[in-house]
């Protein structure tokens, strides 16, 4: 069951804010996502199934190279005064 | 000699070669067919026609110069929005990028270019690339040019609807969980998605990155092979790009093995599985052998699927945090969260929906229940796949369960719209590559057929989906537009 409550701390620890009209609707609809899958309790599997995991080697890694980008195509992505703007500290 | 619009791409390199047209010529054309059919199909977010008319007058400089002019010169192609082009918008059809021009070309937009590929523009998605219709996508839907009622798949929905209307000659999409073969299937056009690890993801905006590649959309095999082979190989810029031989265009088919699976038909409307059946049949009678077989962890395949994704989705996503990408709001008294929070209310619905389902299973108490299991799903589905390839050299069934369904349909219902992606999302999981292909028509709307091979074995799929598409009769362009 997802309550109004459970939905408000998801989108709090997922930094987002939802509408009304989403805080609404949401708990209804992840509800029956979660329970969809929920399926996955019906596999058995036990420690002994690995996760196929992808492992690069060491020397596979490309070297730390410095590269340098267009200043001035990154700066159409800034503020128009051209500086980064972040959250006001206290 | 054929329609200049409705050229496929190695026609396109061969007559300019002949020198039986300008790439301008044709460029003109393909820009004309854009006016004409694009205020009814929106498949563009971006067009980009002055870029395209230049490309195409240095092509033709270099052709009256005899210099060497690139295995895809002149070929017109539509790029889905989530992968990174230099300065030119890239928004993944969200409101977050609206006005986000990366810096760099993605490793694959690299090598179109210097094979003398002329960017069209970027086609629409579902935003971010979640969605099987188009729907999701923050500026419009895209319609399906074999019927403007209907929706033209997705979540690369703009680059299926762009190729089969004959707004440029191929596409790029990307395929995290079906995403070229659902709209290739919708819109009676051909799309691919490679093994995990054959074509570089990098510059390719991030969704679920353990289960997206970036393939081509096309209207025949031998275009698909083109683009194939020039987006595929190893980039240092992605570690999980491995070398990859070549695909040929086969002189003559060897004899196949050759499984339909049991699920995938049984769970597909009447319409669609008589389709693939009778794909089947031609099978045989060009020399192969079809039996039917089971997988018997189909039915985890989905659930685990969106687990992963969401999961993935929800990291992923974590880096619109309104410093780097976002909105330039007026300085104000914002606290720390709220800055981040703020801007993130501007993701649609569909996204908000699979980060918070992502954060939910990555949660502590259930990242054991949910994340882990589907994550040794995986691992079995790939082991049974793996199994039924020592003995088959390609599975059959059909791309989508459906046909192509009218628009608000299922948009009220996530579960509705999970559903049709039950066929696709195993090639994802299991990282195998796996094409959609057309096979029929049912009431004017299109059928596609999905063919499964094992890692690597790119060739198999190719030889099959070739000889198939000499012996299956379909039309190639839509009347209605």
Same mark, same amino acid.
């Given at each position: 069951m997802i309550s109004r409550e459970d939905l408000e701390h998801l989108a709090q620890i997922s930094r987002i804010n939802l509408t009304e009209n989403e805080l609404d609707k949401f708990p209804k609809q992840l509800e029956k996502t979660i329970k969809y899958i929920d399926?996955?309790?019906q596999l058995a599997t036990d420690?002994? #199934? =690995? +996760?196929?995991l992808q492992e690069v080697e060491f020397e596979e890694l490309r070297k730390d190279e410095i590269r340098m980008s267009d200043e001035k195509q990154l700066a159409k992505n800034i503020t128009e005064d051209g500086f980064l703007r972040g959250p006001k500290m206290k | 000699m054929t329609k200049l619009d409705d050229l496929l791409a190695y026609e396109v390199v061969e007559g300019l070669t002949e020198g039986q047209f300008t790439a301008e010529d044709y460029v003109t054309t393909i820009i004309k067919r854009i006016e004409k059919v694009e205020p009814k #199909?929106? =498949?563009?977010?971006?067009?980009d026609t002055d870029g395209a008319l230049s490309s195409a007058k240095i092509i033709d400089k270099k052709i009256k110069e005899k210099e060497d002019i690139g295995q895809l010169a002149g070929v017109t192609v539509g790029i889905k929005d989530n992968i990174s082009t230099r300065g030119i918008r890239t928004t993944c059809a969200s409101k977050i990028l609206e006005n986000y021009f990366p810096t760099y070309d993605a490793t694959v937009i690299k090598s179109l270019k210097e094979n003398g590929a002329i960017l069209l523009g970027k086609l629409n998605l579902d935003e971010f690339g979640m &969605?099987?219709?188009?729907?999701?996508?923050r500026y419009q839907p895209t319609r399906n040019p074999?019927? *403007?009622?209907?929706v033209p798949g997705g979540s690369s929905g703009g680059s299926g609807a762009a190729v089969a209307a004959g707004e440029c000659t191929v596409a790029l999409g990307s395929d995290t969980g079906g995403s070229i073969r659902c709209p290739s299937s919708f819109c009676s056009v051909t799309g691919l998605k490679p093994t @995990?690890?054959? #074509?570089? !993801? @990098? &510059? +390719?905006? =991030?969704?679920a990155n353990s289960l997206e590649q970036i393939g081509p959309i096309c209207r025949s095999i031998r275009d698909l092979v083109m683009m194939l082979n020039l987006i595929s190989g190893k980039d240092a *810029?992605?570690?999980t790009s491995v070398p990859s031989t070549p695909i040929s265009i086969p002189n003559k088919l060897n004899k196949l093995n050759i499984a339909t699976v049991r699920e995938l038909i049984t769970g597909s409307d009447e319409e669609v599985a008589k389709s693939i059946y009778s794909a089947s049949e031609k099978f045989k009678e060009i020399g192969c052998s079809c039996e039917e077989v089971s997988i018997n962890n189909l039915h985890y395949a989905l659930p685990s699927y969106y687990t992963l994704a969401s999961a993935e989705a929800s990291s992923n996503l974590a880096?619109?945090?309104?410093? !780097?990408? &976002?909105f330039d709001y007026?300085? &104000?008294?914002?606290?720390w969260d709220t800055y981040f929070s703020n801007v993130r209310e501007n993701f649609g619905e569909e996204v908000k929906r699979r980060i918070l389902i992502g954060s939910y299973v990555l949660s502590s108490g259930y990242y054991g229940k949910y994340y882990l299991k589907a994550r040794k799903l995986r691992s079995l589905l790939r082991l049974e796949l793996l199994e039924l390839f020592k003995k088959y050299d390609l599975l059959i069934g059909?791309?989508?369960?459906?046909l192509p369904f009218k628009f608000g349909?299922?948009?009220?219902?996530p579960i509705k719209m999970y559903l049709v992606d039950i066929n696709t999302v195993i090639a994802n999981l299991a990282g195998i590559p796996a094409i959609s292909l057309p096979v029929g028509f049912s009431n004017g709307l299109p059928i596609g057929l999905q063919i499964m091979a094992a890692p690597f074995e790119e060739q198999k799929l190719i030889d099959a989906s070739y000889e198939l598409e000499k012996v299956i009769n379909i039309p190639r362009r839509p009347n209605s537009i």
């Open positions: 399926i996955l309790q420690d002994s #199934v =690995s +996760l196929d | #199909v929106h =498949s563009f977010i971006t067009l &969605g099987s219709t188009t729907e999701y996508s074999w019927n *403007l009622d209907y @995990y690890g054959r #074509v570089s !993801r @990098y &510059g +390719l905006i =991030s969704y *810029l992605d570690n880096r619109y945090d309104n410093i !780097r990408y &976002g007026p300085i &104000g008294e914002y606290k059909p791309t989508m369960p459906i349909e299922k948009i009220d219902d």
